[in-house]
């Protein structure tokens, strides 16, 4: 479960670049929920992803991941209960450790000290067989330096390893924007049966059309820092990819009034 309150969010604030990125941001987000998240560029999707995880904090507004109040908890401890992917396959991963190195320090992710080496009988064997059902023929590679396997496995292990314990919450930021279309679709494939087999709560930002409509039970559009779409049940079901590139370009045209209107005023004034 996650629950965000009036959060919001300034870069530069108190120069004449300040931008306000999160503007009184309201989502409540059920337990199991999938949600997929799309937007312009620059609508805040990333730094909404990234409050949520603490990698700065708001300036208002409060958040709850799994019922605690985790608004004033710095990155590290939010790390215990949120699982995260980048774009970049290159940022999940160590790249000069083992698959199996990488996967050992996902499975102690929230473990005391003392309990980590109760962990090493019998890991082997759930490593194997946790990579097998990834069906990318990894299970033989365990002993390869991460860095040796392509961006798709990569990314494939790194979902596996933010899921491996299973997390409160689940942040994937375009995932899949960095991989050749054949990878893409292998993750989304292993994205939509991990969610939905762990009922994993999740936020997903993607720019996909295909992908926002086809997985997740909710989708909210952003833009300029707010929500502005929301649909969830028989409306985010019955959505289409046309529905969201009408809604795509209802922005741009009230973009481009928004310039026309600046441009006249500073035509009369200037
Ligand atoms: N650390 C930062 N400092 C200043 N501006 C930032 C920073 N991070 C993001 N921004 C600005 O905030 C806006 C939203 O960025 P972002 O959340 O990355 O958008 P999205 O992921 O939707 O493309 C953009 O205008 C971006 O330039
Ligand atoms: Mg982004």
Not at 61 to 73: F, K, L, M
Not at 152 to 168: E, I
Request: proline share 3%.
């Amino acid at each position: 479960m996650l629950r965000i309150e009036d959060l919001s969010i300034r870069f530069k604030a108190g120069t004449p670049d300040e931008v306000c990125v999160l503007d009184g941001i309201q989502l409540q987000v059920k337990e199991g929920s999938f949600v997929v998240v799309i937007g312009t560029n620059g609508s805040g999707k990333s730094t909404l992803l990234n409050a949520v995880a603490g990698v700065f904090p708001p300036e208002r507004g409060r958040i709850e991941v799994a019922g605690q109040d985790v608004t004033r908890w710095p990155e590290h401890r939010r790390a215990r209960l949120i699982g995260r992917v980048f774009q970049n396959p290159f940022s999940g991963t160590a790249p000069h450790m083992t698959v199996a190195e990488n996967l050992a320090l996902a499975a102690r992710r929230g473990l005391a000290r003392g309990l980590r080496w109760a962990l090493l009988p019998g890991l082997m064997r759930q490593m194997k067989d946790r990579v097998g059902e990834l069906n990318m023929g990894l299970e033989d590679r365990l002993e390869s330096e991460m860095g040796s396997l392509s961006g798709g496995q990569r990314q494939a292990l790194t979902l596996l390893m933010a899921s491996w314990v299973r997390p409160q919450l689940l942040l994937l930021d375009e995932h899949t924007a960095a991989l050749d279309p054949k990878a893409a679709d292998q993750v989304i494939r292993l994205t939509h049966q991990i969610v939905t087999r762990d009922r994993l709560t999740t936020l997903m930002v993607t720019h996909s059309m295909a992908q926002a409509v086809h997985l997740g039970d909710r989708l909210i559009m952003m833009n300029k820092g707010q929500i502005i779409f929301d649909a969830e049940g028989m409306a985010k079901k019955s959505l289409r990819v046309e529905d969201l590139m009408a809604r795509f370009e209802e922005v741009r045209r009230d973009e481009q009034l928004d310039v026309s209107a600046a441009k006249m005023l500073k035509a009369l004034y200037i």
